[in-house]
């Protein structure tokens, strides 16, 4: 891989985070400033744009993960089809399709405008092959394919199934309405959106591929087999037993049809971690933090460490912090940190040594 010097080490690496499970290594993803991502938020604007170019857009991911080659961390660099990661699945099914430019991190992202004025509708949603948006989708994947091939991966991409696909139909409101007054017609349109999550997967999988027997993730950079990406986002809000009754069935469901899952989850859902480490072949646990400017869960990382049942988390730490907790011997084992903040590559090289030889 041209943009990651020790691909080959990394790799084996994380096949120990993810596949050993008395693993007591720690892990290291080195955040440093972008300066092509710099740029793209000095020279775009902010808001809603139309569907790019995907070849600008594979032009422009192949700057941003060309900058660290020589970098020596748990990291592999990755494009992920941001222009898809939401609104495909919604689009695929009649809805209108927006694209939403965020300069700061070089996305250009969409979502559907919610267009069921009644959950009886959806008994009609059918998985059309031939949708022209499922058809710029496999072109972009194959654009993506063709232009990293031998320089850096292509990200999994996440999944829009259950409640997250309830949005796309309803709007957030009327789904937990839905939710309540409509169980039955609601695990319907869940079990359609099982059907269109794997139909969109598989095609990510069959032009993509693996890498080194594993899938690529801006998340959690590299697991064994076919691993899907999957967000608990709906059920920040909710209590621990809604999820359980209406979110863990769709995850398990989708995770058994592949080599299982990693789930992103954010600060209002940590009452869900317990829940979530029971799933049946989940891989991984991203924790968010909502707040970016003053990150705070990893304030509460052994308490976070009795609740994951030690599958992996990935947490985001500050510089000045992971190095204070790294030389008082402070971190918990099995988990891959996210380092903001890092100055550049020198010190994150120079930091990495220490990582690689922590043991617990």
Sequence with gaps: MLYKKNHKEVITRLSELYSNANC?????????NNPVIEEFS?????????YPDPRLRIAFWD????????????????????????GLYGGMVGGEVRFVCFPQTGWISSMTVP???????????????????????????????????????????????????????RGATNSYYDLLDEPLLTKSVF????????????????????????????????????????????????????????????MEKVFAHYDGGLVHVHSNAMHLLESLA?????????????DTSNYTLYKSLYELDLKRKNVPIVITVPYEAFADMLRKRE?????LYNIVGVPNVSEANKMMKAVKSYSV
Excluded at 24 to 32: D, F, L, T, V
Aim: aromatic share 12%.
């Design 191 to 250: 079990e359609f959106s099982i059907e269109l999550n794997c139909f969109v997967q598989d095609a990510f999988f069959n032009i993509i591929g693996l890498y080194d027997g594993g899938t690529c993730s801006t998340l959690g950079q590299w697991l064994p087999g076919r691993i899907v990406s999957e967000s608990v986002d709906p059920f920040g809000v909710t209590s621990k037993e809604m999820f359980e009754d209406h979110g863990i069935w769709v």
């Design 115 to 169: 267009f069921l004025k009644d959950l009886n509708d959806a008994k009609d949603l059918a998985v059309d092959r031939h949708n022209d948006w499922y058809r710029l989708y496999l072109e972009q994947l194959k654009i993506f394919k063709h232009n990293s091939a031998g320089k850096f991966a292509i990200s999994h991409m996440i999944l829009i199934d259950g409640m997250n696909f309830l949005y796309e139909l």
């Design 42 to 50: 000095r020279s775009s604007a902010s808001g809603e744009t139309a």
């Design 24 to 32: 007591g290594k720690i892990y290291a993803a080195m955040k440093i």
């Design 278 to 290: 029971s799933v049946e072949k989940i891989k991984c646990l991203y924790l968010t933090d909502d």
């Design 331 to 335: 971190l918990p084992a099995k988990v």
């Design 63 to 86: 700057s941003v993960c060309a900058q660290f080659a020589d970098l020596e961390d748990d990291s592999i660099p990755c494009a992920y089809l941001t222009e898809f990661d939401e």
